[in-house]
C-alpha cells in the first residue's frame, strides 16, 4: 500500500509534547481519510465494536490512559513501512544545521509524531481530545517499525512566518514482514486489498 501524508507548519529539533501532538492531530485527520476509503473501509472491526468477551483476530486499539490510538503500521499486521520524505524550508540549499535546528532532530520530532505515544506523558497537559479524535489514527504503533528512510530537502519559496516552518511530503509504502497463507492471499484478493 502506498499513500502520501502532508504537513505544512512549524518542526523543532526538540519537540515538546505538545508540539508533537499538534503534528500527531494533522496526520490523524489524513488518515482518518485513508480508513474511509477502500481498501481499510473493510476492515473497521479491526478498531470498531471491540467486544472483550469475543477478542477479535485483529485489535489494532492502543489505550494511553482514557484514549483510544489506532495504528496502521504495526506487528499485529505484519507490517513495516519505508518513508520518502520531501522537507521544503525557507533556508538555502545543503544547510542542514541551521538556527531552526538540525535536520535529524527535526526527523526524530516529525516520527515521534507518527507513532502511537508510549504513555501519558508524552501528551500535552490536559490533553482532552475532539469528538473526531476517537479513535485517534497514527500511522505507526513504533517508530522502529521504519525499515528505510530517504529525505530530500530543498527551498520553500515562502516569506515564513515561524523560523521553523516547513512543508512535508511523506510518501509511505508499507511491506508484510511474513509470507502470506493461500487462504490470507484468496482473502486480500477477493477484497481487492493489499496492504503490501
Not at 472483550?52 to 483510544?68: I, Q, Y
Not at 499485529?76 to 532532530?105: F, H, S, W
Request: proline letters at 7%.
Amino acid at each position: 500500500m502506498r499513500f502520501t501524508l502532508t504537513y505544512t507548519g512549524s518542526l523543532k529539533a526538540s519537540g515538546r509534547p505538545d508540539h508533537k501532538h499538534d503534528l500527531r492531530k494533522k496526520f490523524h485527520s489524513q488518515l482518518k481519510v485513508l480508513w474511509q476509503q477502500q481498501p481499510l473501509a473493510d476492515y473497521k472491526d479491526w478498531y470498531e465494536n471491540q467486544d472483550p468477551a469475543t477478542p477479535a483476530k485483529v485489535n489494532l486499539n492502543r489505550k494511553v490512559g482514557s484514549f483510544s490510538f489506532v495504528p496502521l503500521v504495526s506487528p499485529d499486521l505484519d507490517l513495516v513501512c519505508e518513508l520518502q520524505i520531501t522537507m521544503l524550508r525557507p533556508e538555502p540549499p545543503g544547510a542542514l544545521i541551521t538556527k531552526c535546528g538540525d535536520i535529524d532532530n527535526r526527523l526524530k520530532t516529525l516520527f515521534d509524531s507518527l507513532r502511537v505515544p508510549k504513555n501519558e506523558n508524552e501528551l500535552p497537559k490536559g490533553f482532552k481530545g475532539s469528538p473526531d479524535e476517537v479513535p485517534f489514527f497514527c500511522l505507526l504503533e513504533d517508530d522502529n517499525l521504519i525499515t528505510a528512510v530517504s529525505v530530500r530537502t530543498d527551498r520553500y519559496l515562502v516569506s515564513p512566518d515561524v523560523d521553523s516552518l516547513v512543508h512535508l511530503d511523506i510518501v509511505v509504502e508499507t511491506r508484510l514482514t511474513k509470507m502470506l497463507t493461500k487462504r490470507e492471499r484468496s482473502r486480500q484478493v477477493s477484497y481487492g486489498f493489499a496492504l503490501a
